[in-house]
């Protein structure tokens, strides 16, 4: 006797698993928040709650969603990359080779050079039984080449840069320590930061930030000088 066939159902296929997000992931996440907030996209209230989400946040999924009502964010609703690849994204300028060193310095004290700032050709750095931190993550960068003249003596100084840029370093460490993480960045045309300098008894260190890209740098070096 034949057997009566049936047809057979279709087998749904399995859902990928979600992909675990790492700290790069929430850091360029909480970059876009950030800009979002700046540009009064956001507000205090909404950020807070974002960014809080942001930290908690354990998959990809749940990081998604947090941008995807944000210019920042393509077209298929994933964050858009910061690293840059094109050359077109660093229009440098204006460059004033006449203008001033930048001085900060530290004696039994602290200073600090961070967030939203124009780093010029030279920066002079000084710490003398104090500490200095130079961070250029979200700095604006007037030219390509720029240059940081670190001493600590019995302190510290301390460099912070973008992943995406290249980085050199020329120094001694005299009972103390001088290091500096060489970076060449993809792009022929991406900022050069070079460090120079000694400790004594002290540190001077750089070293790039994880998950901090120079991004755009054009649009928003002209926002800056609001040209």
């Known amino acids: 006797m034949d057997l009566e066939k049936h047809p057979q159902k279709p087998v749904a ?4 698993p979600a992909i675990r997000a790492s700290d790069a992931d929430r850091d360029r996440i909480a970059d876009i928040l950030r800009e979002a ?3 009064g996209r956001l507000d205090a209230e909404e950020h807070a709650e974002r960014i809080d989400s942001v930290y908690r946040a354990k998959t990809v999924g749940e990081l998604e969603p947090l941008v995807r009502d944000l210019p920042a964010v393509g077209a298929d609703g994933r964050p858009i990359a910061r690293p840059v690849s094109s050359s077109s994204a660093y229009g440098y ?3 004033d080779p006449t203008a001033p060193a930048e001085n900060l310095v530290a004696i039994l004290s602290s200073s600090t050079r961070r967030g ?9 750095a000084f710490a003398l039984f104090g500490n200095v931190e130079i961070d250029l993550t979200e700095a604006l960068f007037g030219q390509r080449a720029s240059v940081i003249n670190a001493t600590a003596i019995f302190g510290n100084v301390e460099i912070t840069v973008p992943q995406n ?17 060489t970076l060449e960045g993809d792009d022929p045309n991406a900022p050069l930061v070079t460090v120079n300098g000694y400790s004594l008894f002290g540190n001077v260190e750089a070293k790039p930030k994880r998950g901090k ?6 649009n928003r070096l002209r926002k800056h000088l609001g040209s």
């Open 93 to 95: 300028g204006p460059d």
């Open 165 to 181: 840029i290249s980085l050199r370093g020329s120094g001694t460490g005299i009972l103390g320590n001088f290091e500096v993480l």
């Open 213 to 218: 890209w120079v991004a755009d740098l054009h």
């Open 116 to 124: 939203r700032w124009r780093i010029g050709r030279k920066t002079n």
């Open 37 to 39: 907030l700046a540009e």
């Open 13 to 16: 296929p399995a859902e990928p």
